[in-house]
């Protein structure tokens, strides 16, 4: 089938090649100088020839480069393909939307310039034209957001219900590995803070069973925990859920097919994975870190707070102790070793707030006290 597809091509290039001849003929032919000289030797016969010989060059110079110009486009159109696919479709189409808006308005401004003479109009309008659908696709990709809150206002104002089942773009949400162990997203999907629909990736999805059957018993449980957890998701959610099976075979790492997958649905990935979480900002992906979350709403402590802890353990410095809060914050206990074991008043002196967790610094009650 390739085959005769590319003797028809082939066919159709040295078509264009005869004409291309044929006009190349004409315009030699409407020279003065060389019509006159033709007819001198051999009157209208040897116009006639000519007109034959160079519009038969034309047709046979093409037919014998068309396997190179068949291979140039080939691999230009799967570069093409290749980059389309990185993009997720909702750029497509405004990038699209953008560049015809953008040929429009060079258009307007580039008829005047086809006045000029010796064809420097229409080299300025070609540039126009590139230079204007160029801005138009990058601003139209660019400013997204904006221009899908701008039509969804028009159409809350166009009479539709506030509450309506799709009166405005939600972004699917990408499940990785982590985040299904943790089991956190089930309880927040359950508060209906998080709209979906969930994409449960078919690789991350392979990726939870290998631990399962994993011979280490740790990473066994934490495999069976995972698709317990999908199981809960699937039958007790009423948010739509998805599994994709859409597999990126010329990537290896299960995170770089996750962020990957992300762009193309244009959708937001979910994870528990700091070092994942750094990588998708990087490459321009939105992520929905649930330890950050769980920072954000945890209780606010300031320096110079009274709490009761229980000394667990020694710090890294000398005479360090730590302690947990109930939601698991670490707390370093200055001068708190000799207390461990013990419960104990302590005094904030300082919170260390990064993106991985909360750390809070204090110091026991009586210290403070006798300090003063």
């Known amino acids: 089938m390739k085959v005769l597809l590319n003797k028809i091509i082939r066919g159709l290039i040295s078509i264009i090649g005869l004409i291309l001849g044929f006009a190349l003929s004409s315009a030699l032919m409407s020279n003065t100088v060389i019509t006159q000289f033709l007819k001198m030797q051999a009157g209208g016969v040897k116009i006639m020839l000519a007109y034959v010989i160079i519009t038969l060059l034309g047709g046979v110079i ?29 750029d497509i189409l405004l990038g699209g939307s953008g560049l015809i808006i953008g040929l429009i308005i060079a258009n307007l401004f580039a008829n005047p310039l086809y006045n000029i003479p010796y064809n420097i109009g229409t080299i300025i309008a070609l540039i126009f034209n590139i230079v ?9 990709i660019k400013r997204k957001e904006e221009i899908y809150n701008f039509f969804s206002f028009f159409k809350k104002n166009g009479g539709k219900q506030k509450g309506a089942k799709g009166e405005h773009r939600v972004q699917p949400k990408v499940l990785d590995t982590s985040v299904i162990i943790d089991g956190r997203i089930f309880d927040i999907c359950q508060t209906d803070f998080v709209e979906g629909p969930l994409i449960i990736p078919g690789f991350i999805l392979e990726e939870l069973r290998h631990i399962a059957d994993s011979s280490d018993a740790l990473k066994r449980n934490r495999g069976r925990r995972g698709l317990d957890v999908l ?16 597999d990126f075979k010329d990537i290896e790492e299960v995170d770089s097919k996750l962020l990957k997958l992300a762009q193309t649905l244009g959708g937001k990935v979910v994870t528990n994975d700091y070092n994942l979480n750094k990588v998708a900002e990087f490459q321009g992906v939105d992520v929905l870190n649930i330890n950050e979350l769980a920072n954000a709403v945890k209780p606010v402590v300031l320096p ?47 919170v260390l707030q990064t993106a991985a967790g909360r750390m809070i610094f204090a110091k026991p009650k009586n210290q403070v006290e006798r300090a003063v």
Not at 65 to 90: D, H, Y
């Open 62 to 90: 093409f037919y014998f480069i068309s396997p190179f110009i068949i291979k140039a486009v080939e691999k230009l159109t799967q570069f093409i393909e290749g980059a389309m696919q990185k993009m997720p479709i909702n």
């Open 231 to 246: 199981n809960k998701i699937q039958k007790e959610l009423d948010i739509p859920v998805e599994i994709v099976e859409k």
């Open 132 to 140: 204007l659908g160029s801005i138009g696709a990058n601003i139209a």
């Open 304 to 350: 110079g707070e009274e709490m009761i802890v229980q000394v667990i353990k020694d710090g890294k410095e000398n005479g360090q102790g730590v302690a947990y809060l109930d939601d698991g914050t670490m707390i370093v206990v200055d001068g708190g070793r000799k207390f461990i074991g013990e419960t104990i008043e302590v005094v904030v002196t300082s």
